[in-house]
């Protein structure tokens, strides 16, 4: 997870959401539609807020279309909400499906990537190898709220570290100093566009690299 800066409400929410929202609580479904709420302007939107990543585990997502739009707040607890922009995050399907709900787990007790600042998302969240953890109750519940512990991700972690550690073999290898080239190398791991930028963040800040 990263801090993330929330763009402008997109057009079509701008056009849609009042007669969306109003025709949906009219309807008494359960769910709204996603065709609607998961719009393809609205995907593409919140995939250029986080560089097509989901806002809780960093997955780097190949286009929109592997993105689920996520409730925030979800739809059985206020319905007023299913199309609300801020109400609206972008989510891989391991962190989305089965999420406990506000209630159950509530997401004040949460990290959140729009209201929590690098430093303190940093402070709750931290890795050994591959692997995510926590010595806060926050960190805890971001973990379990999330699911970014699963083992597909442990997995996903581990292939990108495989790329990093290439690098420094390789310049091992071949007695090669880490010159401001090889330093900007490894360091781009860690930039927001990243896949899981933040364990590199504090993989390269333990090491003195950032």
């Not at 780097?60 to 199309?83: C, R």
């Not at 973990?143 to 073999?169: C, G, H, S, V």
């Amino acid at each position: 997870m990263r801090h993330l800066q929330r763009l402008g409400k997109p057009q079509i929410l701008v056009d849609k959401e009042v007669q969306w929202t109003e025709k949906f609580i009219e309807s008494n479904k359960d769910r709204p539609n996603s065709k609607q709420y998961g719009h393809n302007v609205i995907k593409e939107t919140l995939c250029n807020i986080s560089h097509n990543k989901c806002f809780y585990s960093e997955v780097k997502f190949a286009g929109p279309t592997e993105a689920q739009v996520d409730h925030y707040i979800e739809v059985s607890e206020d319905k007023t909400k299913a199309f609300e922009w801020e109400n609206l995050y972008l989510s891989h399907k391991e962190s989305n499906i089965g999420k406990p709900s506000n209630i159950a787990l509530p997401n004040s007790s949460c990290l959140d990537p729009f209201l929590d600042e690098d430093t303190t998302i940093e402070a709750n969240l931290h890795f050994e190898d591959e692997q995510i953890f926590s010595l806060s109750e926050r960190g805890l519940n971001t973990i379990k709220k999330y699911k970014l512990n699963k083992p597909i991700y442990d997995t996903m972690r581990t292939a990108e570290l495989k790329k990093f550690n290439k690098i420094i073999y390789e310049i091992a290898l071949q007695n090669r100093e880490l010159n401001d080239e090889l330093r900007d190398i490894l360091t781009s791991f860690a930039m927001p566009d990243r896949p899981f930028s933040l364990m590199f963040k504090k993989l390269l800040t333990k090491h003195g690299l950032l």
